[in-house]
């Protein structure tokens, strides 16, 4: 038998062994969960059935984030699919006991919005058959439900989502499905309605383009008028969720994010990130710009692209800069998921993970500035023998 051998087999597999530990350790303490916790900044991702049951999904999903947003289970059109009264919560309640079993917090989204609502719902409103007073109903009806069914299990609830035109000068949109029906009053309404159902949930305004991104402010001016309201008049509004859907066609300057989100917060409320992604035309194929995301195709010009990382790490700086930014979430974190190509014709590479789950540069970016976020070690003093004129 042949002792050496063995004991250098024995100690090889022990600093293989420390080894795995160590990389084990330097990946939970590296996750952009625990980086995020050292400077009180949740960071989350919206999360799909999929993030949910696939092993190497749930296991990002879990150790990356610490607060989880359904991209579609809470949705109306999600949980009273055919008719009033026939409730499916499957996918909602999966989400939430996945998220307690993670000890990760969740974003309730979204009670009042005017897409994705049940087919029964808008043909009704169309024909007829529901009148306002029932609509009025079946909107209270739907946020006590719901609210109530998640009491004390949602961190933040979007109680309203994407209610301001995009013009400029922007306002509430008298076009909205719920404004056109129910009238601007609605807005008040929903909140209280919400508030009676949870009283400790954080209630927030969601939208985007309502901090800056559009470099007017056009947006964000009608989003401080309608929430400065709110505030004078007592609704029971806490928070302003940015959705944080860039474009690099268009410009993007985090000053004037921070400016906005600070603004906010000066009324009285708290602010979040709540759908950050940086998309871009991606490469093509074919004349149709059918974007490649296939999920063989890890390109480094199609991945790694610079001007995201930069844009991410733009958002993420504006949320630290504001002490009442209280939440930072992508919406999604890798390619193969991502809502984009399926949204805007030739675009993708918006996440922060490729197809094949792969850390883009994107994903170091926010690492780094959040290892940085506590400050930055002194570099200083007498001690330094480096001298500035050197
Ligand atoms: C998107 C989802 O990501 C898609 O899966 C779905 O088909 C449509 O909705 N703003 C929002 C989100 O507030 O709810 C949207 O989510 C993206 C834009």
Redesign the pocket.
Known sequence: MNFRLMAAGAASALILAGASIADEASTTLSSLRALGARVQLRIGT?A?PLDLSDPTLSQITSEQFSVLTP??EM?WQVVEPQMPGVFNWTGADNLVNFAEAHRERVRG??LV?H??LPNWLTQGVNDGSINEAQLRDLLHNHITTEVSRYRGRIWQW?VL??MLTDSNPSQINPKDFWIAHLGPGVIADAFRWAHAADPEALLCY?D?NIAGEDGSNAKFNAAFAMVQNLVAQKVPIDCVGD?G?LDLQFGFNPILMTQDLRAYASLGLKVAI??ADVRTFVETTDNNQTPIVSPTDTTPSHTANPAAADWYNGMLQSCLAVRECISFTV??FDDSES?VP??FHGEGDADLYDVNLNPKPQYTALQQTLSLAPGAPHRGGRDHDHDEDD
Do not use: I, L, R, V
Request: no cysteine; hydrophobic share 20%; charged share 20%.
């Open positions: 919206a799909s991209e579609n949705k989204h979204t919005w897409n994705q979007d989502n994407e969601n985007y959705q859907h709540t759908e919406w999604g809502w399926g949204a």
